[in-house]
């Protein structure tokens, strides 16, 4: 959220710079890595399933989506999602996304702390994502200070979701290249090396994305004192 002729701009900068080498390092990886067959020649679809097996959970759907980088795992319906190059893929790529989606999943069925205190917060971080911003800026505009108060509070809320989501991200890729390795789907060369690559420059949007919560409620705090 941008104010006019608002000085705390400045602090974003870094950020948004970040913001951008994060998603240039994510599209560069993949695009890299979905080149590169993986040895066993297996597709991502196969290899969730496997891991899946191997840790014992029946009840997870594999599930192909539409589009490109919409992989993602739904704990409501239990259901992994594999964009259409991820599930019939056989590269680095596929094997590197579609486990890190199953370590949602694993995260999931084994009561993974993090995973399920942000299902709690979701809630809270959409309504603060949603009308922190607009009502501060009423607040703003109209001196209402206890709306920028307001404001402040559901934002902080969006914040601390961003907060729980990283060792949520940064955990489901540690067990993604665990359960890759115990599966024996990824040798320790390129292919490990590669999966780190693919998993590290992800979890890095995560990053960028909890750091410009974080500098954008330094910027309400600072606008608000600003008018005491």
Same mark, same amino acid.
């Given at each position: ?23 240039? %390092?994510? %599209? ?23 891991? #899946? ?10 599930? /192909?989506?539409? *589009? /490109? ?14 964009? &259409? ?5 056989? $590269? ?8 890190? /989606?199953? +370590? ?6 084994? *009561? ?7 299902? %709690?917060?979701?809630? @809270? @971080? ?8 607009? !009502? ?6 109209? $001196? ?6 307001? +404001? ?6 969006? #914040? ?8 949520? &991200? ?5 067990? @993604?290249? +665990? &359960?890759? /390795? ?11 090396? +590669?999966?780190? $690559? ?18 954008? #409620?330094?910027?309400? !705090? ?7």
């Amino acid at each position: 959220m941008f104010f006019p002729f608002d000085p705390t701009m400045i602090l974003i900068i870094p950020v948004l710079i970040l913001t951008f080498w994060a998603q240039m %390092k994510v %599209k560069s990886n993949y695009k890299k890595y979905l080149g590169i067959r993986s040895s066993l020649n297996i597709s991502g679809a196969e290899v969730a399933q496997r891991i #899946l097996q191997q840790n014992g959970i029946h009840d997870v759907v594999i599930m /192909e989506e539409p *589009g /490109e980088l919409t992989d993602h795992y739904n704990p409501a319906t239990k259901e992994v999602h594999l964009s &259409e190059h991820i599930y019939h893929g056989t $590269s680095i790529a596929s094997l590197s996304i579609a486990a890190h /989606e199953v +370590g949602h999943a694993i995260q999931h069925a084994k *009561g993974y702390y993090p995973v399920i205190l942000r299902g %709690k917060l979701l809630p @809270a @971080a959409n309504i603060g994502s949603n009308f922190g911003f607009p !009502l501060f800026l009423i607040g703003l505009l109209f $001196s209402f200070p206890f709306l920028m108060d307001i +404001g402040i509070i559901f934002f902080a809320g969006a #914040l601390i979701f961003h907060l729980v989501t990283l060792p949520v &991200e940064f955990n489901a890729s540690y067990r @993604a290249i +665990g &359960e890759l /390795e115990r599966g024996g789907f990824i040798n320790v060369g390129l292919e490990k090396s +590669g999966c780190k $690559s693919m998993l590290s420059a992800a979890a890095m949007t995560y990053v960028a994305s909890a750091l410009m919560a974080l500098v954008q #409620l330094i910027r309400l !705090l600072i606008l608000r004192n600003s008018r005491d």
